[in-house]
């Protein structure tokens, strides 16, 4: 079956564009993760879907920074008026329940804003 | 907070040289202890887990005991292959329903033929 896939893979923004990365999870996945890894670092968190719910979004590092999955599915994560600094690859993992369920990682989107 | 330390890298072996990478916890209650891998041009894929103490996780000659008295999880593999050579990760997830991996830097392995 089709793992996790993101789109689009490579994305180059101006400084102050608005961008929107997908997520498409494994079919049946309940929870959904979003992820931002900078280079020559580990992913770090940004927010947690169960469903359609937006549980947790505490590692979202700012208020341009917005999740959203409408339908419990597909999810989209919305930058506004991007920054150099939003330049990293995101990542979103999709798991089948809601504890401690091995987590599938998409290829990710790698952004940079010049 | 929780974190996750990995020694520093890179790291270059021989084929069929012994693997040691080392990871250290801090985080309250009794987490759950991962390794994640990403081969060349690939995604992040799980390793191994282990989710209590003295479990040992296991898969592809790669081995880590969860050891809560020095909060660590050391990945070992007895003789590595020029296949492995890949970024290993190391990352757990608190205890609790919220399942958010925290990773450490992660430490790239390249292995010599």
């Known amino acids: 079956g089709a793992g996790v896939s993101q789109s689009p893979r490579y994305k180059v923004a101006k400084r102050g564009q608005d961008v929107a990365l997908r997520c498409d999870p494994i079919s049946g996945h309940v929870s959904l993760f979003w992820y931002q890894q900078a280079l020559g670092q580990g992913p770090e968190f940004l927010t947690y879907?169960?469903?359609?719910?937006?549980?947790?979004k505490s590692g979202l590092p700012s208020d341009r920074f917005f999740a959203e999955r409408p339908e419990g599915s597909v999810s989209t994560l919305k930058i506004q008026r991007t920054q150099q600094e939003d330049s990293a690859v995101y990542l979103c993992a999709s798991s089948l329940g809601t504890r401690g369920n091995e987590q599938f990682f998409g290829p990710g989107t790698r952004l940079t804003v010049l | 907070g929780n974190s996750v330390t990995q020694m520093e890298g890179p790291v270059t072996l021989s084929e069929e040289a012994f693997l040691t990478i080392n990871c250290t916890y801090t985080?309250?209650?009794?987490?759950?202890l991962f390794w994640y891998v990403q081969y060349p041009g690939e995604g992040l894929q799980l390793l191994l887990k282990?989710?209590?103490?003295?479990d040992k996780g296991s898969n592809k000659g790669f081995e880590a005991t969860y050891r809560k008295e020095t909060t660590s999880f050391h990945l070992e593999k007895g003789s590595v292959q020029v296949s492995d050579s890949a970024v290993y990760f190391c990352a757990l997830t608190p205890t609790g329903a919220n399942s958010k991996l925290t990773f450490g830097k992660g430490i790239t392995l390249s292995v010599r033929p």
């Open positions: 985080a309250t209650g009794y987490p759950s």
């Open positions: 879907f169960q469903n359609e719910a937006q549980l947790d």
């Open positions: 282990a989710t209590k103490a003295d």
